[in-house]
């Protein structure tokens, strides 16, 4: 069993991380963004009674589920709750991810290179799972008008995107258009199956 090659794709805020994932798709990658893993994670039952029982009933919908939008008002409005969740929640999103890529792996067909969105990669240690990092960044302004949340907020505890560019194999700065962005993409694909 040899599995793909695997890439993250981490960035700030608006920066243009789910478009990549996107143009990774296009070009024959498999793809997963951390946020459905987490979004799949939130209706385990296990999971589900954890972030309830330490967030209050107040996140919860009609229907007994996690509703994601009033979660995510209580953790951006109170650091710890925020690192309590992330806490949480990231061990058991690593191994999602890495159950999901040697499934890949075990696939007659399987794909040569998947990819995945992961927003706080280098911040919670994840880019030793990986084989490349792909940054993208854009300037602030961009980001914000792209972006419906508070962005300096959000990324006041992220690492700057100038240390992220240089830990990276690779970056783009994402201030054009999607077939620029998708060009971008088809070289890193054009040299991960060289």
Known sequence: MSRPVSVAITGGIGAGKSEALA????????????DEIVHHLLRRADVRAAVVAHMGQGIVDDDGEIDRSALATVVFNDREALAWLEEALHPLVAAEYLEWREQLGRLEDAPRVCATEVPLLYESGAEERFDTVVVITAP???????????????EARLLP????????????VNTGSLEELDEFVSSVLHDLNA
Do not use: I, M, Q, W
């Open 23 to 34: 143009a990774f798709a296009r070009h024959g990658a498999a793809t997963v963004s951390s």
């Open 140 to 154: 602030t302004k961009l980001r914000r008008s792209r972006s419906p949340v508070a962005v300096e907020s959000r």
């Open 161 to 172: 995107d100038r240390e992220k560019v240089e830990r990276a194999d690779y970056s783009y």
